[in-house]
């Protein structure tokens, strides 16, 4: 058999290999992102919701408006498991089903940043030193450890360690970014996204604003 013969069997077979993978695959992500936008819809109880699709099988940016007048604003990403060829690549590189969720207060004012990025996550690290710009040399910075592993620390109230060892330690997974910004008067969270995960999510959420914040009557 002729090398060209080989390799045209090749092609074939793997082409009808990745296009079988790719259906299979693009069920699997529109029946997760459905059902974790009910979760999250559920959840939150909106009252508006808007939706901006960031691409086929990608994921979204959402805007949901509370009851109350809050908005959250979610970003959920998604790994590119229709490709049988580049999944494997996106594993290996670290990529994962992802979520974002930032939590404006209301009736509550946050009192001072504060900003936990979990060691080696890099792209978080540079996209959160890039928005809190001068601020960042201004805040102190340490390397805490805790359970679920080290993180990258930038406090102004060194009590407010304790606050994201306990927060971190509560989880039954590792979060990859807690946040409270002072100027936004926001907390912020991000995760892996998995099913049945975001009560959890708005707990710790909740948790660091009633930390970090006071009433505006008080």
């Known amino acids: 058999m002729s090398i060209e013969i080989v390799a045209f069997t090749i092609l074939v077979v793997a082409s009808s290999a990745s296009v079988i993978w790719y259906f299979r695959a693009r069920r699997k992500i529109l ?15 909106p009252s508006d919701k808007e939706y901006v699709l960031l691409g086929y099988l990608v994921g979204y940016r959402a805007r949901y408006k509370l009851e109350d007048g809050r908005n959250v604003y979610v970003l959920l990403t998604t790994t590119p498991k229709h490709s049988l060829f580049y999944y494997p690549i996106a ?5 994962e089903d992802r979520v974002t969720i930032m939590l404006e207060l209301a009736g509550r004012n946050v009192l001072r940043d504060l900003h936990a990025v979990r060691k080696n996550e890099s792209r978080l690290l540079n996209v959160l030193l890039r928005d809190l710009g001068e601020r960042a040399g ?18 102004e ?4 360690l304790d606050l994201i060892r306990k927060i971190i330690d509560s989880r039954t997974k590792p979060l990859l970014k807690l946040s409270a910004y002072k100027d936004h008067n926001s907390v912020e969270i991000v995760s892996k996204a998995e099913l049945g995960t975001v009560n959890e999510l708005l707990s710790s959420l ?6 970090v914040s006071k009433s505006v009557a008080a």
Do not use: H, M, Q, W
């Not at 029946?31 to 109880?45: A, D, P, S, V």
């Not at 909740?206 to 930390?211: M, Q, V, Y």
């Open 206 to 211: 909740k948790t660091l604003a009633r930390s």
């Open 31 to 45: 029946r997760f992102i459905k059902e974790f936008t009910e979760e999250l819809e559920k959840e939150l109880r």
């Open 157 to 160: 109230e060194p009590r407010d």
């Open 138 to 155: 201004r805040l102190n910075r340490t390397v805490l450890e805790t359970s679920k592993g080290d993180y990258e620390v930038f406090y």
């Open 91 to 95: 594993r290996a590189l670290g990529r």
